[in-house]
T-cell receptor, first 120, second 113 residues
C-alpha cells in the first residue's frame, strides 16, 4: 500500500537553530502534501498545504517565514522550522493523497509517522 | 467554518466489550469522512473511509456509519481487545477545500485485559 515516510522521527535542538523535516511519498506521486502540528493531548491542526512547483499555502495564524515549506519534486516536501523556540516543540505530521495517474485524489490521505520536535 | 467534535474524549472498557465512538460535524457539505487510529507518539493509521454517498463501511471488527444530513458518524469496534487501546480520530474532508482535513479532538480508548 501507499507509504509516506517522514524523517527524522524525533529531533532535539537548541533554541535559535533551524530544523528540517522531510516527507516522502515512497510509491506514489503527490503533487500536494499537507503539514499538521499536534500538541500533547490535542488533535491535529493543519499548518500548510505544500504544492509541487509552487508556493505553499499557509493556514491563518501560521507564520510562513518561520515554517518554510519546499516541495521540490513529486515525492518530497520539506518543512523547515527556522529559529526554533521552545513553544515550537510539538509533533509534526505530514500527509499526502495519492494523485498518481488520475490527478484526482479518490483515496484516503496517507500519513507519515510524525516528527517529535523538542526545542531546549 | 467546519467543526468536528468527538465524544467521549476518553473511554475505558473491559476486554470483550463493544466500543462505540461518536463523531459529529457542523457542516454537512462534506466529500468524505475518515477514521484514524493513533498510538502514543506515532503517526496516523487510516482505518475506514466513508464517501459522502455511502452510509457505512466495514473492515473486520470495525464498522463506521455516516449520517451526513445530521452531521454524525459512529465507529463501532466489536469484541474489543487490549491491542485496540489507542486514540481514535475522525476527520472530514470538506467539498470546497480539496484534500484538507478537519480533525476532531479524538477519543482515547483503553481496553483493560
Amino acid at each position: 500500500g501507499a507509504v509516506v515516510s517522514q524523517h527524522p522521527s524525533w529531533v532535539i535542538c537548541k533554541s535559535g537553530t533551524s530544523v528540517k523535516i522531510e516527507c516522502r511519498s515512497l510509491d506514489f506521486q503527490a503533487t500536494t502534501m499537507f503539514w499538521y502540528r499536534q500538541f500533547p493531548k490535542q488533535s491535529l491542526m493543519l499548518m500548510a498545504t505544500s504544492n509541487e512547483g509552487s508556493k505553499a499555502t499557509y493556514e491563518q495564524g501560521v507564520e510562513k517565514d518561520k515554517f518554510l515549506i519546499n516541495h521540490a519534486s513529486l515525492t518530497l516536501s520539506t518543512l523547515t522550522v527556522t529559529s526554533a523556540h521552545p513553544e515550537d516543540s510539538s509533533f509534526y505530521i505530514c500527509s499526502a493523497p495519492n494523485t498518481t495517474g488520475t490527478g484526482l485524489s479518490i483515496s484516503p490521505l496517507h500519513f507519515g509517522n510524525g516528527t517529535r520536535l523538542t526545542v531546549t | 467554518k467546519q467543526e468536528v467534535t468527538q465524544i467521549p474524549a476518553a473511554l475505558s472498557v473491559p476486554e470483550g466489550e463493544n466500543l462505540v465512538l461518536n463523531c459529529s460535524f457542523t457542516d454537512s457539505a462534506i466529500y468524505n469522512l475518515q477514521w484514524f487510529r493513533q498510538d502514543p507518539g506515532k503517526g496516523l493509521t487510516s482505518l475506514l473511509l466513508i464517501q459522502s454517498s455511502q452510509r457505512e463501511q466495514t473492515s473486520g471488527r470495525l464498522n463506521a456509519s455516516l449520517d451526513k444530513s445530521s452531521g454524525r458518524s459512529t465507529l463501532y469496534i466489536a469484541a474489543s481487545q487490549p491491542g485496540d487501546s489507542a486514540t481514535y480520530l475522525c476527520a472530514v474532508r470538506p467539498q470546497a477545500a480539496g484534500n484538507k482535513l478537519t480533525f476532531g479532538g479524538g477519543t482515547r480508548v483503553l481496553v483493560k485485559p
